[in-house]
């Protein structure tokens, strides 16, 4: 027991999930103003402070505000794009080529958020049996970071239309290093208030209710309650 009161207020609690509904992938709206270093301090603190299996804290955070490293990357990126692109026809194709995908120089700062597969040892708790869990580890300090951005009112794009040996190679990582998120940071002119795919008419989000099943795949759920309140979000969020 503590001797204090460890609930959130309506207010804080109205707080995070304001951060979660109103975080957005940034790539059109970066604005060049610097973050300031108590700023992205706080944006990596919150990263570290995601959970892990085994307590591994298999993250490391390569700040890049290099404009020559950033090129490089960026020259990666319009190699793949240009590939990518292969896998559409038509109207599609030229819908996919007219969307922005990456912010990394209109951003101020990259940040590649990368998972070091054998921090701990060979014997990490947790991790005997489905090795992947250090990655999805770091993928947890990234969403820290992203929601903790949006609180600071700091945009974050993640680019991963790249080559990942070519990234490894431009951020000399050694081996063991996984290049798990390229990300772009900076303030924004404004944060749409609804996934850029969306809004440009390549894809929506998909129905809750439809997601969520009760006790087999497909099945549908037992309780009519949650069913009814799960529609009825749906047509609040955007
Ligand atoms: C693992 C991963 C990888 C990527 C993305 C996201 C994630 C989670 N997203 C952003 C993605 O398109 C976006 O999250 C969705 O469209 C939903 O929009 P909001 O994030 O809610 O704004 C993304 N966006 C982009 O423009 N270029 C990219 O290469 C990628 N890659």
Known sequence: MTDHDQSFTEAQREGLYRAIFERRDVRSQFLPDAIPDEVLARLLEAAHHAPSVGFMQPWDFIVIDSVDVRQRVLD???????????????????????L???????????????????????????????????????????QNLWLAARAENIGVGWVSILSQERLSE???LPEHVYPLAYLCLGYVSEFLDQPELQAKGWRSRLPLEELVHGNRWARPLENPDLAQQLKDRGKHSG
């Open 76 to 98: 990666s990126f319009n190699e793949e794009n240009g590939r990518a692109a292969t896998n559409y026809q038509g109207e599609r194709k030229e819908r996919y080529q007219s």
């Open 100 to 142: 922005k995908l990456q912010g990394i120089l209109d951003s101020p700062i990259n940040l590649c958020i990368t998972c070091d597969r054998s921090r701990g040892g060979p014997n990490v708790l947790g991790r005997n049996s489905i090795v992947e869990m250090d990655l999805f580890s770091t993928c947890l300090a990234v």
């Open 170 to 172: 431009i951020l000399q």
